[in-house]
T-cell receptor, first 111, second 117 residues
């Protein structure tokens, strides 16, 4: 099925470990986004990209890095995980500015 | 940054009842959108609103774009058990607002809906 695929779906990290979350879309969308979802906080934008090779900071970028080397992929990296980064992470993509398509999320626990 | 206030935070209703939720903002938006998130899944777009004052329906769902561009509401009529989930409003800034703001959505905190059979 066409859409946005996130891997992995679940992960447990120890404090200080690093990891990369992968987002892949097959809709040829220019725009891609990484959000985190925490109870009572809604969805908060971490980083986004308006095209291959471009990235920009969102609302809560600290502790995360991203790369968009290929149009279809958007990677989110945690260099040194902290318990405050325990969250559900969602990737989304969109054609121009309309109608985000979300992935099914990655549930990350940092212990 | 921009803030969206979504209310209520949660609702517990009986099957068949109507539901209403709303979002307000301190800033104006170009577009308002409403999403639903089922447990364990990502949000899915329900309704998009593009003009101030616009009233749009999608089956049992009706949403309106406030005339001031600072608010929106979503109504669900005759609720059914599969309406359970988290509903999010989202606002999209005007093109060119803040340079790279175009396309970025600001989300409300979400309304958790529980429907009792």
């Amino acid at each position: 099925n066409a859409g946005v695929t996130q891997t992995p779906k679940f992960r447990v990290l120890k404090t200080g470990q690093s990891m990369t979350l992968l987002c892949a879309q097959d809709m040829n969308h220019e725009y891609m986004y990484w959000y985190r979802q925490d109870p009572g906080m809604g969805l908060r934008l971490i980083h986004y990209s308006v095209g291959e090779g471009t990235t920009a900071k969102g609302e809560v970028p600290d502790g995360y890095n991203v790369s968009r080397l290929k149009k279809q992929n958007f990677l989110l990296g945690l260099e040194s995980a902290a318990p405050s980064q325990t969250s559900v992470y969602f990737c989304a993509s969109s054609y121009l500015a309309y109608g985000y398509t979300f992935g099914s999320g990655t549930r990350l626990t940092v212990v | 940054g921009q803030q969206l206030n979504q209310s209520p935070q949660s609702m517990f209703i009986q099957e068949g009842e109507d539901v209403s939720m709303n979002c307000t903002s301190s800033s104006i938006f170009n577009t308002w959108l409403w999403y639903k998130q089922d447990p364990g899944e990502g949000p899915v777009l329900l309704i998009a609103l593009y003009k101030a004052g616009e009233l749009t329906s999608n089956g049992r769902l009706t949403a309106q774009f406030g005339i001031t561009r600072k608010d929106s509401f979503l109504n669900i009529s005759a609720s059914i058990p599969s309406d359970v989930g988290i509903y999010f409003c989202a606002g999209q800034p005007f093109p060119g607002a803040g340079g790279t703001s175009y396309g970025k959505l600001t989300f409300g905190q979400g309304t958790i809906l529980t429907v009792h059979p």
